[in-house]
């Protein structure tokens, strides 16, 4: 019956390979990434809880000591490119194909799980739009779309972040009130899409058979979900509202570097830390 | 039923019916209303069904405007939800006309019913649709069981009564397309491609051909088709489909049973090279 057609498209030839590597690339490495990413960015919030930098604003030292580890990480352009930027263009862009071969019958036909497949597609497209601002604009350092042409700065990762969300260091411009809630709206759609394609796959992939399973299995994605919902809103939460002041003292302290500087700063934060720490427990 | 013994009084009531009239394929469709009188209020007074009201409408073909009409055309068959042939959307919903209680969905007075043919099957007059495309997808997944042989074959494997439990429910699909109305991805063909979603019901006689002992030996072929093109990884998960069956059948779980099913396939086609 598999008869080669040359009528075939690629698409159609490859059509269940490319289903499956697009639910799979949902996961590893992009849904991989986000709750890394998230866990990262959050530290602005669970980083004050730390104790490790009592004497300053230990969200935006945490989050530098984060940054800074990132930055040391070898090939890391070659990383980006083909453990993100690639996956994240093929998922999208496939996505944005599945999702216009369906339709729309949410007004008439109003259950739960076709107001999540509803939503799945619409946070997909939102969320690409999203994506491709964020790393535009922080990543490529595409500063005419800043609020106030700021720049995000990797050695002040916090303080040029909360200026990224705010367009100024006190308080909002208009346009920074404006990207911060783009942000808000972006981060939750695209943890909702994680969350509820988690879900899918399971169903997608066969993992889970009965009725009784994909509750299960669903109650799991809601749990996932909720978690990195609450580290997605603190990160943002966290940026747009932290002192601008503090934060670049913090970040001064921890010292942003570059290749064998980063050892270095590591340890003497470590050793300043540590020597806080103890202080502090005195 | 009249009543056995006549003593108890039938009044009637009027329904109004809005109906989505269409002449035929590509003829465009025309909104038409009809006023129906319904029995209410008597013993066996519930038994008024939307094909009793469209059969009164076919004798009475005249609008609330007093303007003659051609008869409505519609398709019906058992009367007993079981055929799956007078499936329509009503109010908004797809469902069986002939099961559709007038004392339920117009109790009053002047209640209104609306009607409309199936929107992801060629329309051939009215609320009448053609479902050629589901037959023909049931025959592209093999959707039977292979028992012809030029000598006697003889008796199949025994079926367990776990299997038995799981098949029978499959096996009370009548085809009558709900699944693939409710469905968003499954979308209007005027023109067969071969190539479009499968859907629901399909998918589902897969499953339960597959897991029956002789119609197993068709099971690589199914899931070949299965696995392309059409098959069921162009599901979306909206579950609709399990919604909108009027037989319950479990058609997440058939559709998560197939998509393990071409999983371990595609895998194993993968290594082995057949």
Redesign the interface.
Known sequence: ??TVNEN?SFL?RH???L??LHSLSGIVPIGTFLMIHLTTNSSIVWGLMDGKYPNMHGGAATYQHEVNFIHSLPLLLLIEIFGLWLPIAFHAGLGVV?AL?????VR??K?Q??W???LQRLSGYIGVLFLFYHVATLRWGWTFLMPGNTKWDSEFAASTMALALRGETDGFTAVGMAVALFYMVGVSLLVFHMANGVW?AA?????????TA?KRWGYVCAGLGAGLMAAAWASVIGFATLDYDKAREAEEYIGGGHGSQILEAENESVRHSGAAGSEAVR | MASSNGTVQATTRTVRFRIERSDGPGRGTRWEIFDVPVASGGEGSGSANVISCLQWIAAHPVTVEGRETTPITFDCGCLEEVCGACTMVIN??VRQACSCLIDDYAPNEGDEITLEAMSKFPTVKDLFVDRTRLFNDLKRIKGWVPIDGSYNLGAGPRETPDTQQVRYKLSECMSCGCCLE?C??Y?LEVEPSG?GFVGAAVISQARYFNEHGTGSTLKK?RL??M???G?V????????CA??CPKEI?L??S?????????FH?IKQFFSGK
């Open positions: 019956m598999n075939e159609e059509h269940y390979l289903r499956r599945y071969s369906g339709s729309n019958n008439r036909y259950y799980a076709n999540r497949y509803a899918t169903i997608t992939w066969g993992l889970t058979v009965t009725e994909q | 908004g919903k409710a968003p991805q979308t190539k072929d070949d088709v696995s392309g093109v098959g990884s162009d599901c979306g998960n909206a579950q609709n919604k909108a479990p997440t779980e559709i998560a049973a197939i998509g393990r099913s071409t999983t595609r």
